[in-house]
Each structure stands twice: as structure tokens, then as C-alpha cells.
């Protein structure tokens, strides 16, 4: 399906005003995860403003396809996305991390709306789609879900066993999506437990493997579009992205990959961000 140019250019501006929204946030709490929420955010903003079917006026629409952030510590992404969705005022998002705030550290489905489930405990979002999404196979029902895991998370062997579980029972309302930055809290990736041949693996369990530029605004729209087409497995698309994506200093620094810029540098994050 080809997209329409201007379609694909309001889906950058929305990432870019995402981004910043992420650098501002992380950076007035002093606390929050900023390299890998600046990784995933092009991925998130072509899912809410374009593929999920979803309604911010009405979180709890019975219609709804379902997202889950299993790699919850990109909540910071997260959050910047249900804001400018509509699912609570972009002012909110300076509450980011307050005490009583709506907005915490990782997702809390009982206090944010647009959360499907809390996450933040690593290896357990990827299990929890695959149940929604078996609901809604056993139910009849054409409910989609989609599930971000972080590919450190892939460490954890929960993750499989859900994969296992998915293409046993033939879950093609399922998309899995790799946020692959290449690095976890302790390092790099290959170095922590190397995870390649990644695209061998997911589709020795069974799963139907698509790969992307994951800061490619139209690549993702054109990969989900082909994910749907002819499901008869469940789908995982890989996408290639880059730890802090967007400010020179931070791009694949993994110094920040739980660290927020001191205030000093915000505004020439801000900056470069809107010349992405």
C-alpha cells in the first residue's frame, strides 16, 4: 500500500515533537529511561497515529486493538505518544515521575489512560499479548495486538516460551516488534548474550519475520501493511534502531541508557531533534 507523502511527513513531525517531549520530560524528573525511549519512538508514533485502531476519547472501547510496552522502562515514549494522541494533556507529562502523578516510572494500567498493562518487569509483556490475543482468537473476535520488547529483554526466556506458545496455537492476530538498539543496561548486546542469527530464531519458532530501518517513518508503515497480508502465522518485525536516536551526543551512548541530560543540555537536544 503506498502511503501518502504528506501522511508520512506529519507521522516525522509528530516523532520529533515526541522526541523532544522525551529529552524535557526525563530531564525535569532528572530520573527515566532516555536512550531507549528515543529508539522506539518512530515506532510507536506509526503505530498510534496510523495502525492501531484505538480511540482516546474512549480507552476502554471493547473495539480496540491492544498494545503492550513490554520493555515498560521506555514509558517516557510512551507516555509522549498517548499525550499527543489525546489521551491526557501534553501538560501532564511534566508530572513525569512526580509522586502521585499518573505518569510513574514504568506503565500503571490503573492510572494512566491508554495503558493496557503495568510493565516494567521484563520478559512478561511478550506473555501477556499472546494471552489477550488468544482471548480475542477464542472469542471470534478481529482485535489485534501488538507487543514492543526491548532486544536485551530477548535474554529473558519467558519471551520464547511465550513465541513457542503463540505459533503453536496459531495467534496470527499477533505482532511482536524488536526494538533492536543493540544495547541493554549492562553493555551491548553481543557482548551481554549474543542474540543473532535473531531473524533465524524467531522463525525457527514458528513466526513470520519481517525486518525494517526502525527510524524509517515509511518502511515501518509499509512493513506493518505486509505483516497483515496473509497471516497464517503470528508476526515479528525487526527493527534496526539506534540507542538515543536523534541527539549526536547520546546516539549509541548507552551512558544513557537509564540517565537523563543535565539541564544545561536540553535545549541543544531539543534543537537537534527538530532537524531530524
Known amino acids: 500500500m503506498k502511503h501518502p507523502v504528506e501522511?508520512?511527513?506529519g507521522?516525522?513531525?509528530?516523532?520529533i515533537a515526541v522526541g523532544q517531549e522525551i529529552v524535557k520530560m526525563t530531564s525535569n524528573a532528572?530520573?527515566?529511561h532516555l536512550g531507549g525511549s528515543l529508539s522506539c519512538v518512530d515506532i510507536l508514533v506509526a503505530l498510534y497515529f496510523h495502525q492501531l485502531n484505538h480511540n482516546p476519547r474512549n480507552p476502554s472501547w471493547p473495539g480496540r486493538d491492544r498494545f503492550v510496552l513490554s520493555k515498560g522502562h521506555a514509558a517516557p515514549a510512551l507516555y509522549g505518544t498517548l499525550?499527543?494522541?489525546?489521551?491526557f494533556p501534553k501538560e501532564e507529562l511534566s508530572t513525569f515521575r512526580n509522586i502521585n502523578s499518573r505518569l510513574q516510572g514504568h506503565p500503571d494500567n490503573k492510572k494512566t489512560p491508554?495503558?493496557?498493562i503495568s510493565t516494567g518487569s521484563l520478559g512478561q509483556g511478550l506473555a501477556v499479548a499472546v494471552g489477550m490475543a488468544l482471548g480475542f482468537k477464542?472469542?471470534?473476535k478481529n482485535n489485534q495486538v501488538y507487543a514492543l520488547v526491548g532486544d536485551g529483554e530477548l535474554d529473558e526466556g519467558e519471551v520464547w516460551e511465550a513465541a513457542m506458545f503463540a505459533s503453536h496455537h496459531k495467534i496470527v492476530n499477533m505482532t511482536v516488534l524488536v526494538d533492536r538498539n543493540h544495547g541493554q543496561n549492562d553493555g551491548r548486546t553481543e557482548e551481554v548474550m549474543s542474540i543473532e542469527p535473531l531473524a533465524a530464531k524467531w522463525a525457527s519458532f514458528g513466526w513470520k519475520v519481517f525486518e525494517v530501518d526502525g527510524h524509517d517513518i515509511?518502511?515501518?508503515l509499509d512493513v506493518l501493511d505486509r505483516s497483515m497480508e496473509n497471516r497464517s502465522k503470528p508476526a515479528v518485525i525487526i527493527a534496526q534502531t539506534v540507542k538515543g536516536k536523534g541527539i549526536s551526543f547520546v546516539e549509541g551512548n548507552n551512558d544513557y541508557h537509564a540517565k537523563p541530560l543535565p539541564e544545561e543540555l536540553v535545549a541543544q537536544a531539543v534543537a537537534e531533534l527538530g532537524k531530524r
Do not use: M, P, T
Open 7 to 9: 501522511l508520512v511527513r
Open 218 to 220: 515509511k518502511d515501518i
Open 114 to 116: 491508554g495503558v493496557e
Open 11 to 15: 507521522l516525522k513531525e509528530a516523532a
Open 30 to 32: 532528572n530520573s527515566g
Open 83 to 87: 499525550a499527543l494522541s489525546g489521551y
Open 138 to 140: 477464542l472469542a471470534g
